[in-house]
């Protein structure tokens, strides 16, 4: 089992910005695939980013030019960078991994992928 703990989330006003992280209880190395999601009451949990073990990233389109995924292998996190948030941005974000040693599809973004899942971070973008 692999435990992944999401932090950096708040309460801010639209058109600022927030780091979001993730820990992994696994070495990162192992995960070649993980991902960030959002979900909102009563819609489907919808995947922003994605980076795959070569750095390959892909994003939502609503969110590419905004949100950055990256990985620090030296603090063992996943990490989104927000930039430009706007009240629909307002979500709790989760963290995800596939299975050990999976790459990342070459589909969209599925919940479907992932195995792995954090308890998430909440984002409340204010008008």
């Known amino acids: 089992q692999v435990e992944l703990v999401e932090s950096g989330g708040g309460s801010v006003q639209a058109g600022g910005s927030l780091r979001l992280s993730c820990a992994a209880s696994?070495?990162?190395?192992?995960?070649?695939?993980m991902a960030w999601f959002r979900q909102v009451p009563g819609k489907e949990r919808e995947g922003v980013a994605r980076?795959?073990?070569?750095?390959?990233?892909t994003y939502l389109d609503s969110v590419k030019d905004r949100f950055t995924i990256s990985k620090d292998n030296a603090k063992n996190t996943l990490d989104l960078q927000i930039n430009s948030l706007k009240p629909e941005d307002t979500a709790m974000y989760y963290c995800?991994?596939?299975?050990?040693?999976?790459?990342?599809?070459?589909?969209?973004?599925?919940?479907?992928?992932?195995?792995?899942w954090g308890q998430g971070t909440r984002v409340g973008v204010s008008s």
């Open positions: 696994e070495n990162q190395n192992k995960l070649f695939c």
């Open positions: 980076i795959d073990r070569d750095g390959t990233t």
């Open positions: 995800a991994a596939r299975p050990r040693y999976t790459y990342c599809s070459a589909e969209p973004i599925k919940r479907t992928d992932f195995a792995y």
